[in-house]
């Protein structure tokens, strides 16, 4: 029973926060908090089981029973489940801790952290699933979670349309996934993992016809449509390229969304589901190849936008998405166990740096905007170190552990052939980036002369940013904020010394042919230079020579308008399909909701209104006119009588 309480906890202290919180207010952490800490106690019990036993299969009833159809709720926990237990529960500790300084004061603080205590209920239910439609339930779950709590602040406009941005662009992917999980069910007559896995193999060589419908014929693998569809899925929730836009503007939030769902837990949901469904996976090459390619061209199409960026909370996005990419391309080149690795060491330093941000802000009033920090390291020595620690873990640096993990996806792209070592090349460009985007943010936040209050755009909840009176009363935030950081900083150095991959590599096996590598040496020492060549390069631009920025940005005016402004995604989609989509609802509107339909309703009430007029004429009050009608109404029904 202890492993139903994992989830359980959390719901519960959701259930008693939103029907109580009118009461608890600002006791509401003493609720959510224990609720993730006994779950995180259970799933370190849970870890220990897994490791020294088998994987547990637990069915708690029978859900939905429809004929053929039967889906129970169960849990599924294998060594792949275990981590991702871990990970989940304490990030999400972590962040409620974080929480308690962080929003103490705000407006709806007790529903906040029903919200976050919803979200982990749901995420770790999502991990623990045994099928399908359980994982989809709670797959939709949590990105219901993520529009609540990125619309909390729902005062601002700002605020409101990244939520609603995030749901609809998750709509999109979510479609597709659910196609995929219909077909699913329809190839194999089951929606159980177990089952599914081991008849996968028979579905091989079956094909479908795609244009069907149509009257058409165009047949592809079976399998191949199935994970291309779920795929599709993933690249929605894991904010991969062409889907990536609504994670930036995801920010609105509050920073502690920004590390739970935006960093380490939710967004990886996507590449948790292509290594889960790896046995699928392995046999539709195909797709695998979509997978990897998607996962490159994402890697280095978010790196290229994080360079410019100016809200300190954006450029980490941008780096989630980037790294998000790493893992997704790990995965598709048949290297889960790389990728799941770098999924575990990235959510410590990703939560670590997002954390980081919201400690600067809080510190700041509220400022976002990197061009009014500087000088900061010393009024922010705890928040300045940490983010360090983290910034070198996700610059690759040897002896911190994204460089472990990095060197696996790397080492693993290598040794998957032409594809894989193109990618391995894309990989190692983007590392530059990674450093240098990263220490960009180290320099320009924390050192150097001290900025704040200065002209500059001010991003935030509250847009006036800090009165320059109180420059020199910023300080260290409360120790509830303070100590995750240390708490993070220190599994950013030390997850890598873990043992990760040979923990988890047994359930995730790649596809037949395709073996572990070591990587050669170059490679190992060409990714070392990259990280260490980034840095350097960030350091000469942003602190040794502090105009060249203003200098190489009117050189490549271009270059710097596409990163600045994100490529344009966001301008292409609003005109090739949210303001044709407009513009149609608004023409359908007028010819079909007002011209027919309102106009069906409008002339029933019209209807009414004449026949009621004209009866109104006959109810004259001469009794001499209704005896003339009486006697009318006698000779027609006497005529008609005699007539038949």
Known sequence: MK????????????????????????????????????????????????????????????????????????????????AMLLLVTIVSGLVHVYTIGYMRGEPGYARFFAYIALFTFSMLMLVMADNFLQLYVFWEAVGLCSYLLIGHWYDRKSACDAATKAFVVNRVGDFGFGLGIMLVFVTFGSLQYDAVFGHAVLAQGQTINLLKPLGGEWLAGTLTVICL???????????????????????????????????????????????????????????????????????????????????????????????????????????????????????????LLF????????????????????????????????????????????????????????????GAGPLGQTLAVVGLVTAFMTAFYSFRLIFVAFWGESRVGSGGASAGPHPAGIDPHHADH??????????????????????????????????????????AHEGPLLLKLIAIAMGVGGIAAAYVVYV??????????????????????????????????????????????RRVDVAVIDAMVNGVGAAALLWGRALRLVQSGQVQHYALAMALGTVVILGMYLWF
């Open 3 to 82: 492993y139903a309480l994992i989830p359980l906890l959390p719901f519960a202290a959701f259930l008693v926060i939103g029907l109580f919180g009118h009461w608890i207010k600002e006791r509401a952490h003493w609720i959510a908090v224990p609720a993730v800490g006994f779950s995180f106690l259970l799933s370190v019990s849970t870890f220990m089981d897994i490791a020294n036993g088998e994987p547990i299969r637990l069915t708690l009833y029978s859900w939905i029973t429809s004929g053929a159809f039967d889906v129970n709720i169960g849990f599924y926990i294998d060594r792949l489940t275990a």
């Open 229 to 351: 569809l779920l795929f599709t899925g993933a690249v929605g929730k894991s904010a991969q390229v062409p889907l990536h836009v609504w994670l930036p503007d995801a920010m609105e939030g509050p920073t502690p969304i920004s590390a739970l769902i935006h960093a380490a837990t939710m967004v990886t949901a996507g590449v948790f589901m292509v290594a889960r469904l790896s046995p699928l996976y392995n046999l539709a090459p195909a797709a695998m190849d979509v997978v990897a390619v998607t996962g490159g061209v994402t890697a280095i199409f978010a790196a290229t936008i994080a360079l410019t960026q100016n809200d300190i909370k954006r450029v980490v996005a941008y780096s989630t998405v980037s790294q998000l990419g790493y893992m997704m391309m790990a995965c598709g080149l048949g290297a889960y166990t790389a990728g799941m690795y770098h999924l575990l060491t990235h959510g410590a330093f990703k939560a």
């Open 355 to 414: 954390l980081g941000c919201g400690s600067v802000i809080i510190a700041l009033h509220h400022e976002q905007d990197m061009r009014r920090m500087g000088g900061l390291k010393d009024k922010l020595p705890v928040t300045y170190w940490t983010m360090v620690i983290g910034s070198l873990a996700l610059a690759g640096i040897p002896g911190f552990s994204g460089f472990f993990s990095k060197e696996e996806i790397l080492a693993g792209a290598w």
């Open 474 to 515: 910023i300080h260290e935030p409360s120790p509830t904020m303070t100590a995750p950081l240390l708490v993070l900083a220190v599994l950013s150095v030390f997850a890598g010394y873990f043992g990760i991959p040979h923990f988890i590599e047994p359930v995730l096996q790649g596809p037949t042919g395709v073996e």
């Open 544 to 589: 040794k020579s502090p105009g060249l920025p203003q200098q190489l940005a009117e050189k490549w005016t271009q270059a710097y308008a596409l990163s600045l402004n994100k490529w344009y995604v966001d301008e292409l989609y609003d005109r090739t399909i949210v303001t044709p989509t407009v513009d149609l609802a608004n023409g359908l509107w």
